[in-house]
């Protein structure tokens, strides 16, 4: 009989027709985990946070760039605010003086759009419509804004009538058409607001609004022609 040959513990085992087994890919699994067993937790931790590391300064500095956006857009708020007061305080006194031309009514008006306060707004804005000595297709804009007001007060009908009036005066008012279509939109008149956004894309064939509103109505108009 043949002798084993002396070999170590994980190293070839011989049949009996005295050719070795192939167990070597088990006897490499074996070392593998034997060599992850002498880590010492110590040195995983140390791993650990070698790798926190980088992921705190990434979150600092997004958290920093964030505080940083924020405080711009506060403080640009702050400043806008700011002179607007300032700019309807000096129209308002020129108003009370009775020393306001249409400009002064128009750009009051437009102020008190931007603060909201749209009762007051139309009442400037009417006084510069009244008073306007400029260029036709600028009272448009006097219009638009008129329009402007009205429909935040939900006086639809005097909204229309306001855009109608900016886009017989400027027919290129491409502004004038959308807030046409939008306030057409709100009374569920979809014909006239579908007609306002066509003419819009007439002018200006790229307009993102008036593409995106035509494109929403194109089906309900025509399914109510047929």
Same mark, same amino acid.
């Given at each position: 009989?043949r002798?084993?040959?002396?070999?170590p513990?994980?190293?070839?085992t011989?049949g009996?027709?005295?050719?070795?087994?192939?167990?070597?890919?088990?006897?490499h699994? =074996?070392?593998?985990?034997?060599? $992850?067993?002498t880590i010492?937790?110590?040195?995983?931790?140390?791993l650990?946070?070698?790798l926190?590391?980088? +992921?705190?300064?990434?979150?600092?500095?997004?958290?920093?760039?964030?505080l940083?956006v924020?405080?711009? $857009? +506060?403080?640009?708020?702050?400043?806008?605010?700011r002179?607007?007061?300032e700019?309807?305080?000096?129209?308002?006194?020129?108003?009370?003086?009775?020393?306001?031309?249409c400009?002064?009514?128009?750009?009051?008006? +437009?102020?008190?759009?931007?603060k909201?306060?749209?009762?007051?707004a139309?009442?400037?804005?009417?006084?510069?419509?009244?008073?306007?000595?400029?260029?036709?297709?600028?009272?448009?804009?006097?219009y638009?804004?008129?329009?402007?007001?009205?429909?935040n007060?939900?006086r639809n009908?005097?909204?229309?009538a306001?855009?109608r009036q900016?886009?017989?005066?400027?027919?290129?008012?491409?502004?004038?058409?959308?807030? $046409?279509?939008?306030? =057409?939109?709100?009374?569920?008149?979809?014909?006239n607001?579908?007609?306002?956004?066509?003419e819009a894309?007439?002018y200006?064939?790229?307009?993102? +609004?008036?593409q995106?509103?035509?494109?929403?109505?194109?089906?309900?108009?025509s399914?109510?022609?047929?």
């Open positions: 009989m002798d084993t040959p002396a070999g513990t994980l190293g070839a011989y009996a027709s005295g050719q070795p087994c192939k167990r070597r890919r088990t006897a699994k =074996c070392c593998s985990t034997s060599v $992850l067993a010492q937790p110590t040195q995983v931790a140390d650990a946070e070698g926190e590391a980088p +992921v705190q300064l990434v979150y600092l500095v997004t958290l920093l760039g964030f940083v924020g405080a711009y $857009l +506060v403080v640009r708020q702050v400043l806008i605010r002179e607007l007061e700019a309807a305080k000096t129209l308002g006194d020129r108003v009370r003086q009775k020393d306001a031309t400009e002064d009514y128009f750009e009051l008006g +437009v102020i008190l759009l931007r909201k306060l749209f009762t007051q139309t009442k400037n804005l009417e006084k510069a419509k009244k008073t306007w000595n400029g260029e036709p297709d600028e009272l448009a804009q006097v638009n804004a008129l329009g402007f007001a009205y429909f007060m939900e009908e005097l909204a229309q306001a855009y900016a886009v017989d005066l400027q027919p290129g008012y491409v502004t004038a058409w959308n807030n $046409l279509g939008d306030a =057409c939109e709100k009374v569920k008149d979809f014909e607001a579908y007609k306002a956004y066509k894309l007439a200006a064939p790229d307009n993102k +609004v008036a995106s509103r035509a494109d929403a109505l194109k089906n309900r108009v399914s109510s022609r047929a």
